[in-house]
């Protein structure tokens, strides 16, 4: 009897022994691993860090195309450039001397024909004002109408030309840089596009000498072929529209000066002696 109890006891021991062990074996074997796994991570991760860290180089921008280009490609994307810089300094100085006109022509208006004599009404205007310029050579033409060849006109006629004739000038000084705003709206595009088969003629160029069609040999010259693109629209478009604000200003600002030159004129025929200044 004590027999049999001592070979269950045995029994139960080597089947709890044989129970435990495969428990034991994966815990010493996860255990073994997870060093490995948890260094595996680490190793993969400085890699991307630094891949992350590392700046990446295009070698098809606009960068790329300045440090490699050829002399062809660098000429047109200076030109375009000083296009670009002359348009856009135009278009700053221009909205400036409209404003400035613009201000001027509503200051005239309010007081330039509330003064007792037109000698004091100009001397109410600035040295440099376009008014002051066009009232000027008006009074000038009323005072002094004589010579031999002159003559013949009558006054009306004569101060009318010589006011329409200061109001021209005045016309040409505002409008001055407006040719070359449409002269770079209409040529820039065509710039950037001869830029443009500049670069694909490189490209094909490259894949004859090379003698295959790699996508090393083409990327880099379309790459600058598009960029000529893209800046040469990126200089009409400014160059067109300020052209257009500026016509619609000048045209605002020139119907004032012929207002106020209107009226100088039947100021002048009604009073036919100008007070001395």
Known sequence: MISRISGLFAAIAFAAAMAVSPVQAQEAAASAAAPTEAVAPAADAAPVAQAAAKPIDNPYGLQAMIAHGD????????????????????????????????????????????????????????????????????????????????????????????????????????????????TVGSTSPFIGLFGTVWGILQALTAIGVAGQASIDKVAGPVGEALIMTAIGLGVAVPAVLGYNWLVNRNKTVMGQVRAFAGDLHGVLMGNRQVTKR
Request: hydrophobic content about 45%.
């Open 71 to 182: 002399m062809v490609s660098k000429g047109v994307l200076a030109l375009l450039l000083i296009m670009s810089m002359g348009s856009w300094y135009i278009l700053i100085t221009k909205l400036w001397d409209t404003q400035k006109l613009s201000n001027e022509a509503k200051e005239v208006r309010a007081t330039f024909f509330k003064k007792a004599s037109l000698a004091e009404g100009i001397k109410g205007l600035k040295e440099a004002s376009a008014f002051r310029y066009i009232a000027a050579n008006a009074i000038e033409a009323s005072e002094h109408h004589e010579g031999a060849l002159t003559e013949n006109i009558d006054h009306n006629t004569w101060v009318s030309t010589n006011i329409e004739r200061s109001v021209a000038e005045v016309q040409g000084r505002v409008q001055t840089g407006l040719g070359f705003l449409a």
